[in-house]
């Protein structure tokens, strides 16, 4: 009997965009050259907060990256702030529920230097890879591996 051969992992990742920090604003960039990525983008990343990132796992994300204006330099004066602080409760919220921390990150920058994009999603997209499909199960999986198990 040959075994069968397993596909690559190609992670599915969502991004949340920032509309005054660059990413947002081009309607073309690297982000959305990757595969199994869905750009979202909002009018500050401010608006990040912890019920939205989780939903975005239950949902069927491996990894969410958000992206947001450097420290000081925010649209709204202190919406970047705000996504500081919910990212740590963010990243406390993954550990408690075991979800590796490293399938979310914050960047905030203007990403106005070649290359500097594509850098950061490359790299984490990479990560994402090692760490494989996202723990989350939604219901309907859950139901399915439920399904499987009874008629085994």
């Known amino acids: 009997m040959m075994k069968k051969k397993k596909g690559v992992f190609k992670p599915k990742i969502v991004a949340f965009a920032c509309h005054w920090c660059g990413v947002g604003k081009n309607e073309i960039n690297a982000i959305e050259d990757f595969p199994n ?3 979202i983008k909002l009018m500050c990343s401010g608006r990040i907060n912890t019920s ?6 239950e949902k069927g994300a491996d990894g969410v990256m958000a992206f947001g204006c450097p420290e000081g330099k925010c649209h709204y004066n202190f919406g970047n702030r ?6 740590k409760i963010i990243k406390e919220m993954m550990e408690l529920l075991g979800i590796e921390s490293e399938r979310f990150i ?3 920058d203007f990403f106005s230097e070649d290359g500097k994009l594509d850098s950061v999603v490359n790299e984490f997209v990479k990560g994402v890879k ?3 499909p ?11 591996t439920q399904e499987m198990k009874v008629r085994n």
């Open 37 to 39: 990525f869905k750009l």
């Open 52 to 57: 939205l990132i989780l939903k975005t796992f």
């Open 82 to 87: 705000t996504a500081m602080e919910e990212y």
């Open 106 to 108: 914050l960047e905030l």
């Open 130 to 132: 090692k760490l494989g």
């Open 134 to 144: 996202s723990p989350v199960c939604t219901s309907k999986e859950k139901v399915k």
